[in-house]
């Protein structure tokens, strides 16, 4: 008796340290803790086990927990550290509704990264690295904890959250040097998000009379991301505590170094394929641009209209207004451009043509969708293609990271003075 309770009591321990592999998300696969756990079973169940089994459970326990205990360890020293971008660091989705994300609350981070196209491809070579301060607030955006009312709103993905950027030349911040007090409610995710995002925070914020909405949009995956089908705040999919608590901890477990580390392996095993495309300027700097961005606007504004996402971007427009409208605020949408739509020389190998300034078909195509729900969009590719040339013929100075997709503080600046002329100004008159 005695010894089958040394035999339980031993195969109890082995089970739970290899359960310590998964809980700590070293292992993402079930079907790895069947394998670790066969050899448990089989020396609790087995009527004649050979000696050696015991001594084996006992270095899969000594195993199995200071490999836990050491990836527990490296959480704090090398987490950071297994990302390109502070961005990526401390992502979580929102417990209470997890359709959308948010950064941890209260990060203050500094920092050296590089850009999404660069990690992609892989290439050391290719990435211009950058000192980057990041920061947010309470509710896990990229602000600095503000009091009072604001005067602008700034909603938008990864473009509006300046990712790749540092803090104080992200144009939310510009603007607010510029004597408005502006809260950033961007994070990456599409326009469905963007409207979720709207819906639960907005009321919190304290708004000043005739506040602005700033809502960027993205030419180059905006129809790409996911939609939902919940437009009303009050039936969004809200989880009861123990959800909420399930996903916090799916937060923790993905968060293991181990596993980035072994994610990070497996990525560059598959290869890049061809969705990083290198192009080079005269003086021999790289510029990466993403293949699926630019494809499209390629696209006709019948073609984009076709596009089975549409009708849930002109959806959510709709839904956003509907509550900008509730609280009284002005809305002003800012369509960006690709990177390859301004440096279309750049990507086409070519020189300049005036037709490069054209609007796109996408652009088009929202355009047309603001006016059917009735709010003011600009277009802020001509504005783009102006100061791009001005920037480069002056002092060689490119307004998107050369290893990026996103905008660097030089394109964050024209896009603060392109809200600050054309929306902030203009759209009062229209």
């Known amino acids: 008796m005695a010894r089958a309770r040394e035999r339980g009591l031993l195969a109890l ?31 609790f169940l087995a009527s004649r086990i050979s000696s050696l089994l015991p001594n084996l459970l006992v270095s899969l326990i000594a195993l199995c927990l200071a490999v836990s205990t050491l990836d527990l360890c490296l959480r704090p020293i090398i987490g950071t550290r297994l990302h390109y971008t502070p961005s990526n660091m401390f992502t979580r989705k929102l417990p209470e509704l997890p359709i959308v994300g948010r ?22 070579v290719l990435r211009e690295l950058r000192s980057i301060a990041f920061e947010t607030d309470g509710a896990g955006f990229r602000n600095r904890d503000l009091e009072g009312p604001m005067d602008i709103v700034v ?53 000043a009379p005739g506040a602005w909405l700033i809502w960027t949009l ?17 039936a969004l999919p809200r989880n009861n505590w123990l959800a909420a608590r399930m996903v916090q901890f799916r937060t923790f477990r993905n968060r293991s170094p181990f596993n980035q580390v072994m994610q990070g392996l497996r990525a560059r095993l598959r290869g890049v394929g061809d969705g990083v495309i290198e192009r080079r300027l005269s003086d021999g700097r790289p510029v990466l641009f993403a293949r699926a961005h630019e494809a499209w606007t390629q696209m006709s504004p019948e073609e984009v209209e076709r596009h089975q996402n549409f009708p849930g971007l002109e959806r959510s427009l709709e839904a956003v207004r509907g509550l900008a409208a509730a609280r009284r605020m002005r809305v002003g949408i800012v369509i960006l451009p690709t990177k390859g739509e301004v440096y279309r020389w750049v990507f086409e190998r070519r020189l300049p043509r005036a037709e490069d300034a ?25 504005y783009f293609m102006t100061e791009s040339r001005r920037s480069f013929d002056a002092h060689g100075v490119l307004l998107w990271w050369q290893d990026d997709s996103h905008l660097n503080g030089y ?20």
């Open 411 to 430: 394109g964050h600046a024209v896009v603060a003075d392109f809200v600050m002329r054309k929306v902030l100004v203009d759209g009062v008159s229209q």
């Open 155 to 207: 909603l938008g993905d990864s473009f509006g959250a300046g990712v790749g950027t540092t803090q104080d030349q992200v144009f939310a911040s510009l603007l607010e040097k510029s004597g408005h007090r502006v809260y950033n409610l961007s994070y990456p995710g599409g326009p469905y998000d963007q409207f979720v995002n709207f819906a639960i925070e907005g009321p919190r914020l304290s708004l």
């Open 13 to 43: 321990v082995a089970a739970l340290a290899t359960a310590t592999l998964y809980a700590e998300g070293i292992l993402k696969s079930g079907w790895i803790e069947v394998v670790l756990l066969a050899p448990v079973v089989w020396f």
């Open 103 to 124: 950064w941890d609350p209260h990060v203050t981070y500094r920092g050296e990264a590089y850009g999404d196209l660069a990690a992609i491809a892989g290439d050391p």
């Open 218 to 234: 993205y030419e180059g995956n905006d129809l790409d991301d996911g939609y939902g089908t919940v437009w009303d705040p009050g």
């Open 358 to 382: 054209r609007p796109s078909g996408f652009a088009l195509a929202v355009l047309g969708a603001c006016k059917r729900v009735r709010l003011q969009c600009f277009d802020s590719k001509p």
